[in-house]
């Protein structure tokens, strides 16, 4: 079966880092993307990785492996309005996204 | 510009009613979508239709039914709503260069 596994909750400190891991098995694998998803609201993206290796957008990194099924979101300079849901999502063979269950991230002063 | 608008935000209705949430777009995206979201689950998908005139079946199809008859419009109908169908539903469209989807924000729906 297909699957995605995601820590279901997390908790930083503002200005901190943090990573979020994302491992996954796909029948196939055609991009991965991060979405952030805050409480009541509709999820928005983040980022899109198809090679291996980093991309990063200002404060949020992603990295991918695809040898390992893994990636991971790397929040830095942590504000309180990261805290939020963060949600792994695997494109398969047919072009289908598997998602994961979501880690929600909670930020303290 | 709006993106995708979803209606109504929220419902409460009596189990074996009929209902239809609304979703409309103006991004002119081929491909859209249904989800449903329950909490500690995933995504899940309902239905999905990659282009107007066509649908397809996701994950979890049973007891919901869509229609695509245009490019902007892709309703979701519950034929007769069950208990296990309260759930917060999305409706999303993607782009088609970088497979990005769009979200509305969402239909609350409680069936009682």
């Known amino acids: 079966g297909q699957n995605i596994d995601q820590p279901t909750e997390m908790t930083a400190t503002e200005g901190a880092i943090v990573q979020i891991n994302c491992t996954y098995q796909t029948s196939g694998f055609n991009g991965l993307f991060w979405y952030q998803q805050h409480a009541g609201e509709a999820p928005t993206f983040l980022s899109y990785n198809v090679l291996d290796g980093l991309e990063e957008k200002g404060r949020f990194s992603s990295f991918l492996s695809r040898s390992k099924g893994y990636s991971y979101l790397l929040l830095k300079e942590l504000q309180m309005k990261d805290s939020a849901s963060y949600l792994c999502a695997v494109r398969d063979s047919n072009y289908q996204l598997i998602w994961g269950a979501g880690t929600k991230l909670i930020i303290k002063p | 510009i709006a993106g995708i608008t979803q209606a109504p935000t929220s419902q409460i209705l009596a189990a074996g009613r009929r209902m239809t949430l609304r979703c409309t777009q103006d991004m002119r995206h081929n491909a859209m979508y249904w989800y449903r979201q329950d909490l500690g689950l995933g995504l899940r998908l309902i239905h999905y239709?990659?282009?107007?005139?066509?649908?397809g079946k996701g994950e979890v199809p049973d007891g919901y039914s869509v229609s695509r008859a245009n490019t902007d419009d892709f309703p979701l109908t519950l034929a007769s709503a069950v208990p296990s169908q309260t759930s917060v539903y999305f409706c999303?469209?993607?782009?088609?260069?970088?497979?990005?989807?769009?979200f509305g924000e969402g239909s609350r729906l409680t069936v009682l």
């Open positions: 999303a469209s993607s782009d088609k260069t970088t497979g990005e989807l769009f």
């Open positions: 239709s990659n282009t107007a005139g066509t649908t």
